[in-house]
């Protein structure tokens, strides 16, 4: 009755030369798969980092119970109260407002307002 054993086989030249061809093909189709592998990991990523962006930005959101938005506004200073005022294009109320710059602010008096303030001083 015979067995099967593993037992050291010595190469032949002829068999070393073919082996170490096949390993270099073997090496070269590994190459080839894990450039394709990181190619396609790195697609993933992208995509994974894309969408983890969006929902932090919607979590962030959810949480506030608001949301930034680009508003086309129109910026008009209001001298009484020393601050610039900018109304919406689309519905016309106040979106936000800031501070007058020094530049910005009025140099002259309006006429209009003279009379106001005189108004005032001798009522």
């Keep these: 009755m015979s067995e099967l054993r593993t037992i050291i ?5 002829d068999e070393l030369n073919a082996v170490n061809a096949r ?3 073997v090496a070269q189709d590994l190459e080839t798969v894990e450039n394709e592998a990181k190619i396609t990991s790195d697609g993933f ?3 994974v980092k894309s ?3 969006v929902q932090k930005e919607m979590l962030e959101n ?10 086309e506004v129109e910026p008009r200073p209001n001298y009484a109260t ?4 900018y109304y919406s294009v689309d519905g016309g109320e106040m979106v936000d407002q800031r501070r ?3 530049n910005e602010r009025q140099l002259t008096i309006d006429n209009d307002a003279t009379v106001v303030s ?3 001083k001798t009522a």
């Design 82 to 85: 020393n601050m610039m005022e």
């Design 23 to 25: 390993f270099t093909e």
């Design 62 to 71: 959810i949480r506030s119970k608001s949301e930034m938005r680009d508003v």
């Design 118 to 120: 005189m108004r005032h």
């Design 9 to 13: 086989h010595r190469y032949s030249d």
């Design 100 to 102: 007058l710059m020094p």
């Design 51 to 53: 969408l983890k962006s």
């Design 45 to 47: 990523k992208k995509q």
